[in-house]
Structures are given as structure tokens and as C-alpha cells.
């Protein structure tokens, strides 16, 4: 599915955010920085976009590590996974953590992260004392391979 997605320039300078190929589920979302800044080893750094955005019911954005970003320098989201919700309409900020130990330089207009939009399973959560029977079970943490 296809559609607009409605994103507001918090400044001048924001970057709205791209998809590097005609078949990328995720969107770049770019720093809005100063200045180049360092992040040191184990430290996180909060990365303004400038961007605000009007997430359709239903449907959540998902700020995932851009690939490139954490295999050579080692910076990827603090909390792996960002949540956009639907009803948010503040700044979004990736806190980038740097995972590498060396100390790791963010350009202003780097692409920092990528947000993927997708829908989502609202659920209502219902208490039951019996749940039905699968042939997994309760296996977990590697049961189903070697």
C-alpha cells in the first residue's frame, strides 16, 4: 500500500525522509545538526530530525538501525526499535548509541536511521486459564532449531 504521509519541517534546514531504492521498506531519516558531533564509546546521543509527522490510524512508524550506519561505525537506535505512534505529533529523534569502541562522528544531514510505516494489531487483552495446544508448546529461546 501506498499513500501520502503528512511531515512537518520543525526547521529550515529538516530533511524530509527519502528511500534509497524503488523497493526499500524504510525510509532515511536525516540529523539536523550544527555541527558534526561525537558520540563516545557507550554513549548515546539524542539526533533531532526536525520533523514531525501525522501517522494514520492504525498504523505505527518503526525507526529501525540503517544497516550501513551500524556495521562501520557502529551506531544504531539506543532502544533497537523506535515507536512512532499514531497520536504523536511532536519532533522525531533517533537516539543513537554507539556501539563500536572508537569515538563515532554524526554529520548534520546524515542519514542516521530509517523509519518504516507499518500497520498494527490492536489488541484487547482478555485473562483465560487455558490456552490452545500447539507442537511448539512452551518451547522458546532456540527450541525450534539448532
Given at each position: 500500500?501506498?499513500?501520502?504521509?503528512k511531515v512537518k519541517?520543525?526547521?529550515?534546514?529538516a530533511?524530509?525522509?527519502?528511500?534509497?531504492?524503488?523497493?526499500?521498506?524504510g525510509?532515511?531519516?536525516y540529523?539536523?545538526?550544527?555541527c558534526?558531533?561525537t558520540?563516545l564509546?557507550?554513549?548515546?546521543l539524542?539526533?533531532?530530525t526536525?520533523?514531525?509527522m501525522?501517522?494514520?490510524?492504525g498504523?505505527?512508524?518503526?525507526?529501525?538501525?540503517?544497516?550501513?550506519?551500524?556495521?562501520?561505525k557502529g551506531?544504531?537506535?539506543?532502544n533497537?526499535?523506535g515507536?512512532?505512534?499514531?497520536?504523536y505529533?511532536?519532533?522525531?529523534?533517533?537516539?543513537?548509541?554507539?556501539h563500536?569502541?572508537?569515538?563515532?562522528?554524526?554529520?548534520p544531514?546524515?542519514?542516521?536511521?530509517?523509519l518504516?510505516i507499518?500497520?498494527?494489531?490492536?489488541?484487547?487483552?482478555?485473562?483465560?486459564?487455558?490456552?490452545?495446544?500447539?507442537?511448539?508448546?512452551?518451547?522458546?529461546f532456540g527450541?525450534?532449531?539448532?
Amino acid at each position: 500500500m501506498n499513500g501520502i504521509l503528512k511531515v512537518k519541517k520543525l526547521a529550515p534546514a529538516a530533511i524530509l525522509p527519502t528511500y534509497g531504492s524503488e523497493f526499500s521498506a524504510g525510509a532515511d531519516l536525516y540529523a539536523l545538526l550544527d555541527c558534526e558531533t561525537t558520540i563516545l564509546p557507550g554513549q548515546m546521543l539524542m539526533v533531532p530530525t526536525g520533523l514531525a509527522m501525522e501517522i494514520p490510524t492504525g498504523y505505527a512508524g518503526l525507526i529501525f538501525a540503517r544497516s550501513g550506519l551500524a556495521s562501520k561505525k557502529g551506531l544504531a537506535p539506543a532502544n533497537k526499535v523506535g515507536v512512532v505512534d499514531a497520536d504523536y505529533r511532536g519532533e522525531v529523534k533517533v537516539a543513537l548509541f554507539n556501539h563500536s569502541d572508537k569515538p563515532q562522528t554524526v554529520s548534520p544531514g546524515e542519514r542516521i536511521a530509517q523509519l518504516v510505516i507499518t500497520p498494527f494489531y490492536k489488541a484487547e487483552f482478555e485473562e483465560c486459564v487455558d490456552l490452545s495446544e500447539t507442537k511448539r508448546s512452551s518451547g522458546g529461546f532456540g527450541s525450534t532449531g539448532k
